[in-house]
Nanobody, 117 residues
Framework: VQLVESGGGLVQPGGSLRLSCVAS????????MSWYRQASGKERELVAG????????NYADSVKGRFTISRDTAKDTVYLQMNSLKPEDTAVYYC???????????WGQGTQVTVSS
């Protein structure tokens, strides 16, 4: 199983970025996906999650109304659309997959998002 994130970078406050996470190696589609982030000197925190079917989503209070998580099951890809970015959104963003079938959790390598003028 492999998770590969992309789409991070440097953006000005108020700007937008879209992160992508491509999952490969799963033998089934019963996988919940989520995005976490970890700012320097802080603990990793949940940003947003989406169920295997895409029917259910959840968000951290700090990103509600600004971020949107979605998935394209045909492409085995989950997205995080981030709008109205703030300097406090600066962090390394990680993709996480949870297999409901095996109960195992998998992490990507992370992608850096920096919000600064």
């Amino acid at each position: 199983v492999q998770l590969v994130e992309s789409g991070g970078g440097l953006v000005q406050p108020g700007g937008s970025l879209r992160l992508s996470c491509v999952a490969s190696g799963f033998a089934h589609s019963n996988v919940d996906m989520s995005w976490y982030r970890q700012a320097s000197g802080k603990e990793r925190e949940l940003v947003a999650g989406i169920t295997s079917t895409g029917a259910g989503t959840n968000y951290a209070d700090s990103v509600k109304g600004r971020f949107t998580i979605s998935r394209d099951t045909a492409k085995d890809t989950v997205y995080l659309q981030m709008n109205s970015l703030k300097p406090e959104d600066t962090a390394v963003y990680y993709c996480k997959a949870y297999s409901r079938q095996s109960g195992r959790t998998y992490w990507g390598q992370g992608t850096q998002v920096t919000v600064s003028s």
